[in-house]
C-alpha cells in the first residue's frame, strides 16, 4: 500500500513538472540535484556493504534468527531498488545539463515534456523509497538491539540448571572420596665399612 502511494504521488508530481514545470527553475538547481544524488548513491554503497552484526548465532532462536536475516535481506532489496531510481534520475539530470537550456527548449514539445515527467517521477520516488527504507532500517536497528540485549540478559550469563547440578555432584564427589594424606619413606642413615659390607 505504501509503494502505491509513492508511486501515484511521483506520477502526479512528473505530470505536474512536465506540464508546468517552469524550465529556467530547473536547470537552475540541477547542478545542486548532481550533488545530492552522488551522496545519496553512495550512502547506499556504503549501508550495503553493511553486514550481520558479529553474534553467537547458535544461542538465538531459530525464529529470531529467520526473522532478522530476511528483515535485512528485504531491505537491502529496498535499497537496491532506490539506487537504481537514483541512477535514472542522475542520468536524466546530466543529459539534461549536457544538452543546456537553450538547446533543450529547442527539442519538440512532447520530448521536453517526457523528459521533464522522468526526472519528476524519478526524484519523487526516489526520495520517498529513500526515506521509508531508512525507516525500515531503524526497525532492523531494534531487532538487533533486542536480540542483543536477550543475549546479554539471558541464560547464557548465568549457570544453567545442568551445570548447577554438574557442579554440585562435583563437590560430593569431592566430600566422599575420603582422600588421606599418604606417608613419605624417610631415607634411612647407613655407613659400610673398610670391607665395602653394609652394616
Not at 528485504?74 to 532506490?82: K, P, R, T
Not at 521536453?112 to 532492523?140: C, E, H, K, P, Q
Not at 539471558?154 to 554438574?166: A, D, H, I, M
Request: hydrophobic letters at 50%; a positive charge; glycine letters at 8%.
Amino acid at each position: 500500500m505504501i509503494r502505491v502511494v509513492h508511486i501515484a504521488s511521483a506520477c502526479v508530481i512528473g505530470v505536474a513538472i512536465a506540464m508546468w514545470g517552469p524550465w529556467c527553475r530547473i536547470f537552475a538547481v540541477l547542478p545542486s540535484l548532481t550533488t545530492t544524488l552522488s551522496i545519496v548513491m553512495a550512502a547506499i554503497f556504503v549501508r550495503l556493504n553493511r553486514g550481520l552484526p558479529t553474534l553467537d548465532w547458535k544461542s538465538i532462536p531459530l525464529d529470531r534468527r529467520k526473522r532478522l536475516s530476511q528483515a535485512v535481506y528485504d531491505v537491502s532489496a529496498e535499497y537496491l531498488g532506490v539506487l537504481a531510481l537514483a541512477g535514472v534520475c542522475l542520468a536524466t539530470v546530466l543529459v539534461m545539463i549536457g544538452s543546456g537550456l537553450e538547446t533543450f527548449m529547442l527539442w519538440p514539445a512532447w520530448v521536453r515534456n517526457s523528459v521533464g515527467a522522468l526526472l519528476g517521477f524519478s526524484l519523487t520516488l526516489t526520495a520517498t523509497r529513500m526515506a521509508y527504507v531508512v525507516w525500515r532500517d531503524l526497525d532492523i536497528v531494534m531487532l538487533q538491539k533486542t536480540i542483543v540485549d536477550e543475549l546479554v540478559v539471558g541464560p547464557s550469563s548465568s549457570p544453567s540448571l545442568e551445570e548447577v547440578e554438574r557442579g554440585r555432584d562435583i563437590q560430593k564427589a569431592m566430600k566422599n572420596s575420603n582422600l588421606q594424606g599418604g606417608s613419605v619413606p624417610v631415607r634411612s642413615d647407613w655407613k659400610g665399612d673398610k670391607s665395602g659390607s653394609i652394616e
